[in-house]
């Protein structure tokens, strides 16, 4: 079975620090993607960022970047330089082809920056 | 470019009643997913629908059901409303290429509250 798990309910971090949003996947499927969603109050999923089983090297875009380490099945979001908008939820989702159907959600992160 | 739009963005509805929720994909994706998110959880996947075809169903009762019209717009309707489908529904669309690379963008959703 295709599991996400994320064991942070919240985070906490100032202005212009880094933070990094655990992650840990399941899945006996070789081919799958694992992607990062931020979820504003208003509710809109908006996508961040991809990392593709096959892909060598760790995805980054812009300030996120993905700690993809495969052998520990874990997809860490990195966040550097904190900004008060990265206020907000944050899901870990995977895509596996053999599972045959569409995202797997974890429960998420709530992440608050301050100023 | 126009994102994912649905509509209406928020339904107050009574047990037992009936509810049609829509939404148009990006122009140029041919996917669409529909997703179930209730306060405080993760996305739960209800269906994708891929060249008017359904590719996925996820663990809903048969009350939920949904179509793609040949403008690759959908409908999601769901019978029998109980006070347990109050949530916000999330409409995502893709190209509709391999599942695991397929990124999925997501529209504002429909709050639906069962009272």
């Known amino acids: 079975a295709q599991k996400i798990t994320q064991t942070q309910p919240g985070m906490f971090v100032q202005e212009k620090e880094a933070v990094t949003l655990d992650c840990t996947y399941d899945t006996s499927d070789p081919s799958y993607g694992l992607f990062w969603y931020k979820q504003p109050s208003s509710g809109e999923m908006i996508f961040l960022i991809y990392?593709?089983?096959?892909?060598?090297q760790n995805a980054t875009e812009g300030r996120y970047s993905l700690n993809f380490q495969k052998a520990r099945k874990s997809a860490n979001l990195v966040i550097s330089a904190s900004q008060l908008g990265d206020s907000a939820m944050y899901f870990c989702?995977?895509?596996?082809?053999?599972?045959?159907?569409?995202?797997?959600f974890g429960k998420g992160t709530t992440l608050s920056v301050s100023s | 470019d126009a994102g994912v739009t649905q509509s209406p963005t928020h339904l107050i509805k009574t047990r037992g009643q009936h509810v049609t929720l829509r939404c148009s994909p990006i122009?140029?994706?041919?996917?669409v997913s529909w997703y179930q998110q209730v306060l405080g959880q993760g996305p739960q996947f209800i269906f994708q629908?891929?060249?008017?075809?359904?590719?996925g169903r996820g663990n809903f009762p048969d009350r939920f059901s949904a179509r793609q019209f040949p403008n690759y717009s959908s409908e999601l309707n769901v019978n029998a409303l109980l006070l347990g489908d109050s949530a916000l529904y999330l409409c995502?669309?893709?190209?509709?290429?391999?599942?695991?690379?397929?990124?999925?963008?997501f529209g504002p959703g429909t709050r639906l509250t069962v009272l």
């Open positions: 995502a669309s893709s190209w509709g290429t391999v599942l695991s690379t397929d990124t999925q963008y």
């Open positions: 122009s140029g994706h041919k996917s």
């Open positions: 989702a995977m895509a596996a082809n053999q599972a045959g159907t569409a995202l797997i």
């Open positions: 990392q593709g089983s096959y892909d060598q």
């Open positions: 629908y891929y060249e008017k075809e359904e590719r």
